[in-house]
């Protein structure tokens, strides 16, 4: 009986521990509250980011911009060199404007970039998620791959500019929420 009860008391005690450290959120991402029930509430746990939210932004990404998130889709990164930039093509025009890029993912966890870009594109684009690296993340849109690190952006191939083999702009604006 005695034996028993400690058993017991121990494996609550391990129980308690195992809770314990999955609501840590050492790993939120695999973890999502479940409906609620009437009567009852679910509060999310805070975002721990990396950076802070620039000014022009919300956390749905850049105010009156495409780039943003949209409905029910959470920002996961969002960078940008937003100092009137410019990049000079292998022909030598220049092309200027902010780059603002944001990364959001839906409840599935689907990833999704959305950029304004003027010296890649005049129009607004988005692409779909391609893979991680070992410090960055990126996409493909329209025939181009882009890859969203801390300090740099990166695009290459595009077929639209073929002068842009590569195009890099340093980061100057930077936040990544840690999920």
């Given at each position: 009986m005695i034996s028993?009860?400690?058993?017991?008391?121990?494996?609550?005690g391990a129980a308690l521990i195992c809770s314990m450290v999955a609501c840590s959120g050492e790993n939120a991402a695999a973890?999502?509250?479940?409906?609620?029930?009437?009567?009852?509430?679910?509060?999310?746990?805070?975002?721990?980011?990396?950076g802070t939210l620039p000014a022009g932004t919300?956390?749905?990404?850049?105010?009156?911009?495409?780039?943003?998130c949209r409905g029910t889709e959470r920002l996961?990164?969002?960078?940008?060199?937003?100092?009137?930039?410019?990049?000079?093509?292998f022909h030598g025009s220049t092309v200027g404007g902010d780059q603002r890029f944001v990364v959001c993912e839906d409840r599935a966890g689907t990833r999704i970039v959305r950029a304004t870009a003027p010296a890649l594109r005049p129009e607004p684009f988005e692409g779909t998620f391609f893979t991680f690296t070992a410090n960055s993340q990126q996409f493909v849109a329209d025939g181009m791959k882009i890859d969203l690190a801390r300090a740099t952006i990166t695009v290459t191939d595009d077929p639209k500019h073929p002068e842009?083999?590569?195009?890099t702009w340093t980061v100057n604006e930077y936040w990544g929420a840690v999920y």
């Open positions: 028993a009860r400690k058993r017991c008391t121990a494996l609550a973890t999502s509250p479940g409906p609620s029930t009437p009567g009852t509430s679910t509060t999310a746990a805070p975002v721990q980011t990396d919300d956390i749905y990404g850049y105010r009156d911009s495409f780039a943003r996961v990164l969002l960078v940008g060199q937003t100092t009137g930039s410019s990049v000079t093509t842009f083999r590569a195009v």
